[in-house]
């Protein structure tokens, strides 16, 4: 496992129990559970487990599933826990990788020794990493769009995709119809969809309020204003009125709304963050960070305050990473920014066990970039997809700056090393620090991350 078509990462919505996909082993043959986004089984009897690869497992899920060819590119098979989940090759072999999974965990998470010694993987069929959004907007088949469609509600209740309240209420209300039906004058009310809110909207603003919700549980109670929220969004829906109609418009409406999240389709990955120096003492420490990476770019997102804290396209960074040998195990996001108005180079460190996984991951991302063709492949292509090229770039993109919705970033809540180069020299711009400038970076002409030469105003260490 490189990294590339590989790739490990933290644990998704789907990890609600802990699942075994070997239910026995036997000389011959084994029953192996793969578990799909929306928590049904594909139960399949195969010869020969262990020599088995991940392109003949997925082969036969998709027979089971009597998928079409568009899902050997749009779906993958993963090893998922509580801990670790990793994309597999296709020429992996699950059971070897399964019986290897103790050493994945030392090597690629911070897990105490009790939890890697209880934890088992579970076999699962879930969107591919290097799909690329424009071919799933060719997709027509409603069983590859149901399942694009579960995985990507999994990841917004569980609020691994930050998303603005209007933008989940607008979500919320698709699903609504999904499981619903077309919306009736009067059904549901609010106060029912009380009930199981947290299936439709992300569960930290099902518990905004201080206990408010659970305040507004007796009968007759007045409506909160995340369920009345949700309801006039379901309300709005524009529905022919069929209830049995093909919810495949319903589902491409939602993925389509997703594909405004720039993170949508990401492989994620845990790590830390330094906080900046707070208060007298100038205290910090660290917070931790999901870290998104796809075709398109990377994002730093704020664990706990479930908002984008850094977001770069390729273009716009430079990366690098040390490993353990070396000295902590750190991915460094090197990009543009400025310093009390002074143009400068920001240097972000991630502090990850699966920081060697991040930057292989990228690299092998801008590689498919940069290979990719002008004009979308045919749905019958094999192999990982092609990412569309990228938008035309300003002269000079503008300077990242705080806004008020969650996807955009915070560069004042990062704690970064500013410095400019001079020839040969880094010279630091507040605080002090020794680093070294990486060369690792995608240069696409003008726009693109560029270094900051010195000036006599700034302020130098």
């Known amino acids: 496992m490189d990294g590339t078509e590989g790739n490990a990462g933290q644990p998704g919505p789907a990890d609600r129990s802990h699942r075994s996909s070997v239910s026995s082993v036997g000389?011959?043959?084994?029953?192996?559970?793969?578990?799909?986004?929306?928590?049904?089984?594909?139960?399949?009897?195969?010869?020969?487990?262990?020599?088995?690869?991940?392109?003949?497992?997925?082969?036969?899920?998709?027979?089971?599933?009597?998928?079409?060819?568009?899902?050997?590119?749009a779906f993958a098979l993963w090893l998922v826990s509580p801990l670790l989940e990793v994309q597999l090759k296709p020429k992996h072999q699950p059971y070897k990788l399964g019986r290897q999974w103790p050493e994945l965990l030392l090597r690629f998470t911070d897990a105490p020794d009790d939890d890697v010694a209880v934890d088992e993987p579970s076999l699962q069929f879930r969107r591919n990493v290097f799909f690329p959004k424009r071919r799933e907007l060719q997709i027509h088949d409603e069983a590859v769009l149901r399942l694009l469609y579960a995985e990507a509600k999994g990841n917004l209740l569980a609020a691994r995709y930050p998303c603005d309240v209007e933008d989940c209420e607008a979500l919320?209300?698709?699903v609504c119809r999904v499981q619903l039906g077309p919306y009736q004058p009067g059904q549901p009310t609010a106060c029912a969809l009380r009930e199981k809110l947290d299936?439709?909207?992300?569960?930290?603003?099902?518990?905004?309020?201080?206990?408010?919700?659970?305040?507004?549980?007796?009968?007759?109670?007045?409506?909160?204003?995340m369920e009345q929220g949700l309801l006039d969004?379901?309300?709005?829906?524009?529905?022919?009125?069929?209830?049995?109609?093909?919810?495949?418009?319903?589902?491409?409406?939602?993925?389509?709304?997703?594909?405004?999240l720039p993170f949508y389709g990401c492989a994620f990955f845990h790590?830390?963050?330094?906080?900046?120096?707070?208060?007298?003492?100038?205290?910090?420490?660290?917070?931790?960070?999901?870290?998104?990476?796809?075709?398109?770019?990377?994002?730093?997102?704020?664990?706990r305050e479930k908002h984008v804290l850094l977001g770069l396209r390729f273009q716009e960074l430079s990366w690098d990473h040390t490993s353990p040998e070396e000295e902590e195990s750190v991915l460094w996001l090197e990009f543009d920014g400025d310093n009390e108005g002074t143009p400068v180079n920001k240097l972000l460190k991630v502090y990850s066990k699966q920081a060697e996984l991040m930057s292989s991951l990228i690299e092998y991302c801008i590689e498919l970039n940069q290979t990719s063709e002008p004009t979308a492949p045919p749905e019958s292509a094999s192999g990982p997809a092609a990412a569309p090229d990228p938008s035309p770039l300003p002269a000079r993109r503008p300077q990242l700056r705080r806004q008020g919705s969650v996807v955009c970033s915070r560069i004042?809540?990062?704690?970064?090393?500013?410095?400019?180069?001079?020839?040969?020299?880094?010279?630091?711009?507040?605080?002090?620090?020794?680093?070294?400038?990486f060369s690792r970076q995608l240069s696409l002409g003008p726009g693109s991350y560029t270094v900051v030469q010195p000036s006599d105003s700034l302020e130098q260490g």
């Not at 299936?199 to 204003?225: E, M, Q, T, V, Y």
């Not at 660290?286 to 870290?291: A, E, T, Y």
């Not at 090393?417 to 400038?437: A, H, L, N």
């Open 27 to 73: 000389a011959r043959a084994a029953d192996v559970l793969v578990y799909l986004a929306d928590d049904s089984v594909v139960p399949l009897a195969v010869e020969s487990l262990p020599s088995l690869s991940a392109h003949e497992l997925h082969r036969a899920v998709r027979e089971v599933l009597q998928l079409p060819d568009i899902a050997l590119d």
């Open 172 to 174: 919320g209300a698709l």
């Open 199 to 225: 299936s439709f909207l992300p569960a930290h603003l099902c518990k905004r309020g201080h206990g408010l919700f659970a305040a507004l549980r007796g009968r007759g109670a007045k409506a909160g204003p």
């Open 233 to 260: 969004a379901y309300r709005r829906l524009q529905d022919t009125g069929d209830s049995e109609a093909s919810l495949s418009p319903h589902y491409r409406a939602y993925l389509l709304k997703c594909h405004e």
């Open 271 to 303: 790590g830390e963050i330094d906080k900046p120096a707070q208060g007298f003492l100038h205290r910090s420490g660290r917070k931790p960070v999901s870290v998104a990476i796809s075709l398109e770019g990377v994002h730093v997102i704020d664990s």
């Open 412 to 437: 004042q809540h990062l704690a970064t090393i500013d410095y400019v180069e001079e020839g040969e020299q880094i010279k630091r711009v507040k605080p002090k620090r020794t680093t070294s400038f």
